[in-house]
């Protein structure tokens, strides 16, 4: 039975999904619960944990000016805490909640702890009252007490809370409030006191120095710098940002009074002091309620742009997600499925895109099989699989060229052998009939093509082994110009005979290891191919020079010369650059292949150039040292 590599692709990823979400809901059940319970042992006091909770958030708030991200810190204060935390808009959108898990979760308590507003400035937890409530106007107007008493410099509220002096400070005001709290600290101990700086929380120098209390004991204390000397007017001043939003607030502030016809004082116009609104005389038990509006009014609406929007806090109990309950099981049953769903429909794409082109490989390879050696594959991309559709084209493209090359070669070799053949047997049965005698003409033809045949046979000979790698050559210290000498004289009589000047130039001794007999063979071939397409008078030039760490043996003529689209094909085998078959030059096709094999048996190569009407040069390259 035929098993689809796609199903079992798609089998074993599923099986792998499978066992990913049961093993990781069994282990987040387990760890999460003992991680839970360990903490909620640690804490001692519920009230102050909540209190932490509530001014994280809201030193969030005063940061940011929306809610996005808030999740991160959320589930990190709930895991740290073991508390459950969850904030909403106004509307009761679900912002974040540290219980909810694929986008649901257990039913919010009926009442909010607190309310995160960054722009109330003071605000306590669980004082959820919103402006326009008896509640809500009594904190308002204690807040607006409290920051008119302050000067308007707004120091009973955190350094961390929107709106404070040192809110919004960057990197550069801190590292310019340091060098002037560092002035400080020196003008004081060149006074003789024990002063310092700390960082508050804020991320800004606080002045501080040792005091000694009654009973003797040690402690630090903040002084009172106003007017001290050695503290720099600029240590205290608002950053750019928080100095911003304060002129818009009092802008805001003077025009609602204004419009409303309410007097006021403006408090503060020192540069190292935000400034506050006032009723006229300092009266702030007696603000009437359209001051304390147009106050909080002008507060909120300057900060919006800078701080996240209200949000409902709900704090509870953080109860660990049980993989194995009623709820629990459904969670992760519905998990399942949907990791299922997608790991299938991914599978199925990518499995169906991995199998096509497999398909069509194997659908070519069959029909190269049955002999269609021109089948081919589409190929696309640059993955592994494509890469196999290129090796494949390439071997398919490499068997139907040898296919063709084998194909020609027999047709050659059979015409080649039925040249020689034919003209022994028609003599031999011409001689038989009394047609033609026997005498020592005869048999003097007989032998040239009997030679023919065997030098053909000899040739075959060695192309076979070359192909089969067992051409085999016998290396020996050997002077090439003696052989290039060797192969003119016994090549001279036949250029004489066809009246061409043959000549070897050489200049003194050229050592090398060779194979003597080869490289003969392989000269004899070249002078023999010039002597051939060079005609009368003309001349044939064998010639050694030593070239870098090798030499260089060129056979050159100024015959017929070779065509320019039949230089690539001059070392194929039975390739003639006459393409008639009546052999008038003689040869079987097969010496310059032979050749090319001899030289690269040592490691040399061979290339020829020509021109039509000027002749032509064989170069072969040889190393001086061979194998």
Not at 38 to 47: K, R, Y
Not at 151 to 159: C, D, E, P, V
Not at 215 to 235: F, H, Y
Not at 439 to 445: A, G, I
């Amino acid at each position: 039975m035929r098993r689809s590599v796609l199903l079992r692709f798609l089998g074993l990823s599923l099986a792998v999904a499978l066992g990913a979400v049961i093993a990781t809901a069994v282990i987040a059940t387990y760890s999460t619960s003992e991680t839970l319970q360990g903490e909620i042992d640690q804490n001692t006091s519920q009230l102050q944990v909540d209190g932490d909770i509530y001014g994280k958030l809201n030193t969030y708030a005063a940061d940011h000016a929306t809610w996005s991200g808030v999740g991160e810190l959320v589930n990190s204060l709930s895991d740290k805490t073991g508390r459950r935390i969850a904030l909403t808009d106004a509307d009761g959108t679900v912002i974040a909640d540290s219980a909810r898990t694929l986008g649901a979760g257990p039913e919010l308590p009926s009442l909010p702890a607190a309310t995160v507003d960054a722009r109330a400035g003071v605000g306590g937890l669980f004082a959820a009252a919103p402006i326009g409530t008896n509640a809500g106007r009594a904190e308002t107007a204690a807040t607006t007490r409290a920051v008119i008493a302050a000067g308007g410099g707004g120091q009973l509220i955190s350094s961390r809370m929107a709106g404070s002096p040192e809110w919004g400070m960057t990197e550069e005001e801190k590292r310019q409030r340091n060098e002037l709290a560092a002035k400080a600290v020196a003008c004081w101990q060149a006074q003789g006191k024990n002063g310092q700086a700390i960082t508050n929380p804020g991320g800004a120098p606080l002045l501080t120095w040792q005091a000694t209390t009654p009973n003797g004991v040690n402690v630090m204390q903040v002084p009172e710098v106003n007017g001290d000397p050695c503290v720099p007017a600029g240590l205290s001043a608002p950053s750019a940002k928080a100095a911003a939003v304060n002129r818009d607030e009092i802008r805001r502030a003077t025009e609602c009074l204004t419009s409303a016809g309410e007097p006021f004082d403006l408090i503060g116009d020192s540069p190292d002091k935000l400034q506050a609104v006032a009723p006229r005389g300092g009266n702030t038990e007696e603000m009437s309620e359209t001051f304390i509006n147009c106050v909080s009014t002008a507060r909120t609406a300057a900060l919006t742009p800078y701080v996240a929007p209200e949000a409902k806090l709900y704090l509870g109990a953080k109860s660990a997600f049980n993989v194995f309950s009623g709820e629990g099981l459904a969670r992760t049953a519905a998990t399942a499925l949907g990791v299922l769903l997608i790991a299938a429909l991914v599978m199925v794409f990518a499995g169906r895109r991995l199998v096509r082109p497999i398909l069509a490989l194997t659908g070519a390879a069959q029909r190269m099989t049955n002999g269609d050696h021109a089948a081919r594959v589409p190929v696309n991309g640059r993955d592994e699989v494509a890469r196999l559709g290129h090796a494949f084209n390439a071997m398919a493209e490499s068997i139907q060229h040898h296919d063709h090359q084998r194909k020609a070669m027999v047709s050659d070799v059979a015409h080649e052998l039925r040249t020689p053949l034919a003209n022994i047997k028609g003599y031999l049965v011409a001689s038989e009939d009394g047609v033609v005698p026997l005498d020592q003409e005869l048999v003097t033809s007989l032998l040239e093509e009997a030679g023919l045949l065997e030098r053909l046979i000899a040739d075959l000979q060695d192309l076979a082994l070359a192909d089969a790698g067992k051409l085999r050559i016998h290396p020996e210290l050997r002077d090439l110009s003696e052989l290039a000498q060797q192969v003119v004289s016994a090549h001279r009589p036949a250029a004489e005979a066809a009246g061409i000047t043959l000549i070897a130039e050489v200049n003194g001794p050229a050592p090398a290891v060779v194979d003597n007999a080869r490289i003969r063979q392989s000269l004899g071939n070249l002078v023999s191919n010039a002597i051939r397409f060079t005609p009368a008078d003309g001349t044939v030039l064998v010639g050694v020079r030593r070239v870098g760490d090798g030499y260089k043996l060129t056979v050159t003529d100024n015959g017929t010369g070779i065509a320019a689209e039949d230089l690539p094909h001059l070392f194929d085998r039975f390739y003639r650059a006459e393409h008639s078959r009546s052999r008038t030059t003689g040869g079987s096709g097969l010496g310059l292949a032979i050749t090319k094999h001899l030289v690269e048996a040592h490691r040399g190569t061979i290339s020829a150039t020509s021109r039509l009407g000027h002749g032509s040069t064989f170069t072969i390259q040889l190393p001086a040292r061979g194998n």
